[in-house]
């Protein structure tokens, strides 16, 4: 139709589609290291142990994988 822009994504066809969709795929997973991280903080106050600080660590690089992956997808799609 004349005067009517369709947004760069749906202008992509199927693959601008299945682009999205990997990005909010990513971003959930974003959001599923960030309930991760808090409950490990949670698991920490309840339960001490000798690898609390093990734990933290791998928490939160399973969040900075996460956010680089998001970015590193971000910039190739």
């Known amino acids: 139709m004349p005067g009517v822009e369709l947004p ?3 202008e992509g066809g199927v693959w601008g589609i299945a682009k999205l969709f990997v990005l909010l795929g990513l971003l959930l997973y974003l959001a599923f290291a960030v309930v991760v991280i808090r409950e490990v903080k ?3 106050r309840t339960v001490a142990g ?3 600080s093990m734990i933290h660590l791998v928490a939160w690089a399973h969040f900075a994988l996460s956010v680089g992956l998001f970015l590193l997808a971000l910039l190739a799609l």
């Open 50 to 52: 000798k690898l609390d």
């Open 42 to 44: 949670l698991m920490t």
């Open 8 to 10: 760069a994504v749906i």
